[in-house]
């Protein structure tokens, strides 16, 4: 056997070249490393000709890119609800970046420690350690390809295929697999051809081959036969083949990165680290000049868009969770990122331009498309590379409603909030009937000082079904006796689900009223019946330059400050004020008066737009109820579809959000058919699943409360316990 191959506990790395091939190898890696080089730069000066964005990406840069690195190196959105994919994942990234690490030492020692310091740190323990690392990780880097193309080519995953799929998906996985096999192969070869050496057993997989070419007899010339002269199928000559052949796939896949899928894991990254907090949850403001805030053309989108769209890894977990898809609306998150992907890069190869968004069909996103947009961010929450879909979105549908294509049920929502205040199109005195039937009067918050401001929405004051929550709120204050008040007929829509429709300058006006009335009351804190109030009042009415609009004549106010900038003035959602009067001892529960099996929606302006998942549920068990958790809920939970516009929008689908959540609380929960009331904390939730309850045929099935309501009936049996021990 051919010993030349190995020395002591050390190997020569390129063994079997000669000096002309030598300098061929690294004639090819300039090149590769040049074309990756200039593809980054391409890549990147993209994103330079791309509108500002409208938040702070690049400040604190060292602890985002720290962040970051957490965020990737866990992997823990890919683990989030599919632990194969993020074991999968894990494997390939892991093992990745160790043979990434791995070629880097190996440069180090050669260009540094041996040219430079004519030493070597590359053999002994060093070695040894080496070697078993970059096996084992190598072949979790395997393994996980593995289990990727089982995914994607034996199992089909769904959400894998789509009719952005396509050649370079394929190229993309099988490059990454012959790199892995190649190079376990080579490695066998390499340590068959030195005989076998038994401190090579560290790397197990290669020693593994080894052992599997002597027992198939594979022969072995002398080094001195070694490379294109050896004759016949041997193990030389194979080294030979397979060190060129991994050569050049690695060669290629260096230079081919910047120009399709393997972007990604430079965009992917780069995403993560300049994403927003709070995207989502706020919106990127208007400005007065009405500048590139639409999507006239596609260079309307700002840097961080273009970012998106190139970060995006064609994974579907966006279109998986996605509830307009599930019901059969014509909106795939994914496809209209990759959409817009695709026309610029049409566009930059000499396309023809076309309209971004409109009704009809001739442009690069239809408007029913983005009409269909819940606004649940479940397709944010559910993506590992921090693509915010929503501020893409917002831009297309601001677009949609400066061209008047907006559905024409929005557009009488818009018409009612411009001349009534409200979405229902009825009388502002109205506003406060809802309390004419209790038996105490509600505090006027612009007369008197109160503690908590309640802004009661919409549907509280004027729809009959959430007017019955509206006076058990009222109740559960006045029961524990805390200072609260309301506007009256001061008090308009909030604006939040027309401004995700696109109507910001509406929005603006809303807010700008609000704000100016709040100036004029005295409160320590505001609560909302609504969680869609709610976030727009903490995440967003801050974010106002309520300055740029106090001159314009057509906005009725003067307001010119940022309102709650510091966020001095506290915003709740009811369940978080009302959470915290029953651990105060203030209302009087002791937790087994209703005996009732429930199940729990959670909203999504108040579960995943704001964390609040919790004081609900505290408040649900407090009144003894038994609480059956849906398979999917918190940060999973499924949208009602009444955001974003869908409440007043009607769509052909099947089935609906709210019949499809109602039969997953009647099947998929642990107690099925026993669950008796279907609770929900918001009340676009409460008309939504009303009208599922009755369209899905469950009317006879299960009841439809608000947590409101079964405090109140709990709050009653209390005192009716209390009524029948006194007279005894």
Same mark, same amino acid.
């Given at each position: 056997?051919?010993?030349?191959?190995?020395?002591?506990?050390?190997?020569?790395?390129?063994?079997?070249?000669?000096?002309?091939?030598?300098?061929?190898?690294?004639?090819?890696?300039?090149?590769?490393?040049?074309?990756?080089?200039?593809?980054?730069?391409?890549?990147?000066?993209?994103?330079?000709?791309?509108?500002?964005?409208?938040?702070?990406?690049?400040?604190?840069?060292?602890?985002?890119?720290?962040?970051?690195?957490?965020?990737?190196?866990?992997?823990?959105?890919?683990?989030?609800?599919?632990?194969?994919?993020?074991?999968?994942?894990?494997?390939?990234?892991?093992?990745?970046?160790?043979?990434?690490?791995?070629?880097?030492?190996?440069?180090?020692?050669?260009?540094?420690?041996?040219?430079?310091?004519?030493?070597?740190?590359?053999?002994?323990?060093?070695?040894?350690?080496?070697?078993?690392?970059?096996?084992?990780?190598?072949?979790?880097?395997?393994?996980?390809?593995?289990?990727?193309?089982?995914?994607?080519?034996?199992?089909?995953?769904?959400?894998?295929?789509?009719?952005?799929?396509?050649?370079?998906?394929?190229?993309?996985?099988?490059?990454?697999?012959?790199?892995?096999?190649?190079?376990?192969?080579?490695?066998?070869?390499?340590?068959?051809?030195?005989?076998?050496?038994?401190?090579?057993?560290?790397?197990?997989?290669?020693?593994?081959?080894?052992?599997?070419?002597?027992?198939?007899?594979?022969?072995?010339?002398?080094?001195?036969?070694?490379?294109?002269?050896?004759?016949?199928?041997?193990?030389?000559?194979?080294?030979?083949?397979?060190?060129?052949?991994?050569?050049?796939?690695?060669?290629?896949?260096?230079?081919?990165?910047?120009?399709?899928?393997?972007?990604?894991?430079?965009?992917?990254?780069?995403?993560?680290?300049?994403?927003?907090?709070?995207? &989502?949850?706020?919106?990127?403001?208007?400005?007065?000049?009405?500048?590139?805030?639409?999507?006239?053309?596609?260079?309307?989108?700002?840097?961080?868009?273009?970012?998106?769209?190139?970060?995006?890894?064609?994974?579907?977990?966006?279109?998986?969770?996605?509830?307009?898809?599930?019901?059969?609306?014509?909106?795939?998150?994914?496809?209209?990122?990759?959409?817009?992907?695709?026309?610029?890069?049409?566009?930059?190869?000499?396309?023809?331009?076309?309209?971004?968004?409109?009704?009809?069909?001739?442009?690069?996103?239809?408007?029913?498309?983005?009409?269909?947009?819940?606004?649940?961010?479940?397709?944010?929450?559910?993506?590992?590379?921090?693509?915010?879909?929503?501020?893409?979105?917002?831009?297309?549908?601001?677009?949609?409603?400066?061209?008047?294509?907006?559905?024409?049920?929005?557009?009488?929502?818009?018409?009612?909030?411009?001349?009534?205040?409200?979405?229902?199109?009825?009388?502002?005195?109205?506003?406060?009937?809802?309390?004419?039937?209790?038996?105490?009067?509600?505090?006027?918050?612009?007369?008197?000082?109160?503690?908590?401001?309640?802004?009661?929405?919409?549907?509280?004051?004027?729809?009959?079904?959430?007017?019955?929550?509206?006076?058990?709120?009222?109740?559960?204050?006045?029961?524990?006796?805390?200072?609260?008040?309301?506007?009256?007929?001061?008090?308009?829509?909030? &604006?939040?689900?027309?401004?995700?429709?696109?109507?910001?300058?509406?929005?603006?006006?809303?807010?700008?009223?609000?704000?100016?009335?709040?100036?004029?009351?005295?409160?320590?804190?505001?609560?909302?019946?609504?969680?869609?109030?709610?976030?727009?009042?903490?995440?967003?009415?801050?974010?106002?330059?309520?300055?740029?609009?106090?001159?314009?004549?057509?906005?009725?106010?003067?307001?010119?400050?940022?309102?709650?900038?510091?966020?001095?003035?506290?915003?709740?959602?009811?369940?978080?004020?009302?959470?915290?009067?029953?651990?105060?001892?203030?209302?009087?529960?002791?937790?087994?008066?209703?005996?009732?099996?429930?199940?729990?929606?959670?909203?999504?302006?108040?579960?995943?737009?704001?964390?609040?998942?919790?004081?609900?549920?505290?408040?649900?068990?407090?009144?003894?109820?038994?609480?059956?958790?849906?398979?999917?809920?918190?940060?999973?939970?499924?949208?009602?579809?009444?955001?974003? &516009?869908?409440?007043?929008?009607?769509?052909?689908?099947?089935?609906?959000?709210?019949?499809?959540?109602?039969?997953?609380?009647?099947?998929?929960?642990?107690?099925?058919? &026993?669950?008796?009331?279907?609770?929900?904390?918001?009340?676009?939730?409460?008309?939504?699943?009303?009208?599922?309850?009755?369209?899905?045929?469950?009317?006879?099935?299960?009841?439809?409360?608000?947590?409101?309501?079964?405090?109140?009936?709990?709050?009653?049996?209390?005192?009716?316990?209390?009524?029948?021990?006194?007279?005894?």
């Amino acid at each position: 056997m051919n010993v030349l191959a190995q020395s002591d506990v050390a190997r020569e790395t390129y063994w079997g070249i000669t000096n002309t091939e030598y300098a061929v190898f690294y004639l090819l890696a300039a090149i590769a490393i040049a074309t990756f080089v200039y593809g980054v730069y391409q890549r990147f000066s993209r994103y330079t000709d791309g509108d500002d964005d409208p938040f702070a990406r690049l400040n604190d840069l060292p602890s985002r890119i720290v962040n970051g690195a957490k965020i990737v190196l866990s992997n823990e959105k890919q683990f989030n609800r599919d632990l194969y994919g993020g074991l999968m994942h894990s494997f390939i990234l892991w093992g990745f970046l160790t043979l990434f690490i791995a070629t880097l030492i190996l440069m180090v020692d050669e260009y540094a420690f041996q040219k430079v310091l004519h030493t070597s740190f590359w053999e002994g323990t060093f070695y040894l350690s080496y070697q078993f690392i970059v096996d084992a990780m190598g072949l979790l880097f395997v393994v996980g390809i593995g289990m990727a193309m089982y995914r994607r080519y034996w199992v089909r995953n769904e959400r894998l295929w789509d009719r952005h799929t396509s050649s370079e998906d394929d190229v993309f996985i099988w490059t990454l697999f012959l790199l892995g096999v190649g190079g376990f192969l080579l490695e066998g070869l390499r340590i068959y051809s030195a005989g076998i050496p038994d401190h090579e057993i560290v790397s197990f997989v290669g020693y593994g081959l080894a052992l599997a070419f002597d027992a198939a007899g594979l022969s072995v010339l002398g080094a001195e036969q070694a490379g294109v002269n050896g004759a016949g199928l041997n193990a030389e000559n194979l080294h030979w083949l397979a060190w060129w052949s991994h050569s050049l796939i690695a060669f290629f896949f260096i230079a081919w990165i910047p120009y399709a899928k393997p972007f990604h894991m430079l965009s992917s990254f780069a995403n993560v680290v300049v994403r927003d907090e709070k995207a &989502g949850k706020r919106l990127p403001n208007v400005p007065s000049d009405l500048d590139a805030t639409n999507a006239e053309s596609i260079d309307d989108f700002t840097w961080k868009e273009i970012l998106d769209q190139d970060a995006c890894t064609k994974c579907g977990r966006c279109s998986s969770v996605c509830p307009a898809k599930a019901s059969d609306r014509p909106l795939d998150p994914r496809n209209v990122i990759l959409d817009l992907k695709q026309y610029r890069e049409e566009l930059e190869a000499g396309g023809e331009q076309q309209p971004i968004v409109a009704d009809g069909g001739t442009s690069v996103i239809n408007a029913e498309t983005m009409e269909s947009c819940m606004a649940c961010m479940a397709c944010m929450d559910a993506c590992p590379v921090e693509i915010e879909h929503l501020q893409s979105f917002t831009r297309l549908n601001r677009q949609l409603t400066d061209q008047g294509d907006v559905d024409s049920n929005m557009q009488d929502v818009f018409q009612n909030v411009m001349q009534n205040g409200n979405t229902f199109g009825d009388s502002p005195r109205n506003r406060g009937d809802w309390a004419d039937d209790l038996e105490f009067d509600v505090p006027d918050a612009r007369e008197q000082e109160v503690d908590y401001l309640w802004y009661v929405g919409d549907f509280p004051s004027y729809d009959e079904r959430n007017k019955q929550v509206a006076r058990s709120l009222a109740t559960i204050l006045k029961e524990a006796d805390v200072s609260f008040g309301i506007l009256f007929d001061d008090e308009k829509y909030d &604006g939040n689900d027309i401004r995700r429709v696109g109507e910001e300058l509406l929005y603006v006006e809303l807010a700008g009223h609000h704000v100016e009335t709040w100036e004029d009351c005295e409160f320590d804190t505001i609560v909302c019946t609504d969680p869609h109030s709610y976030n727009t009042f903490k995440n967003e009415y801050p974010e106002l330059n309520f300055d740029e609009f106090a001159d314009d004549p057509m906005m009725p106010f003067e307001y010119d400050e940022q309102w709650n900038e510091d966020g001095e003035i506290d915003v709740y959602h009811w369940t978080q004020a009302v959470e915290e009067l029953v651990r105060e001892g203030k209302l009087d529960l002791n937790g087994d008066e209703l005996d009732y099996t429930v199940t729990y929606h959670d909203p999504c302006h108040l579960g995943r737009y704001n964390d609040e998942y919790e004081a609900p549920r505290e408040l649900i068990r407090a009144t003894g109820c038994e609480l059956d958790e849906m398979p999917r809920n918190r940060d999973n939970s499924f949208c009602c579809g009444g955001g974003g &516009g869908g409440l007043w929008m009607d769509f052909e689908e099947e089935p609906k959000p709210s019949e499809e959540r109602i039969r997953e609380a009647l099947e998929d929960t642990d107690a099925g058919a &026993g669950v008796e009331k279907f609770v929900v904390a918001c009340p676009m939730c409460m008309t939504m699943y009303e009208d599922g309850r009755k369209t899905g045929g469950y009317e006879d099935e299960i009841e439809v409360v608000d947590v409101a309501e079964l405090i109140v009936e709990a709050i009653g049996r209390e005192e009716t316990a209390d009524l029948e021990i006194a007279a005894d």
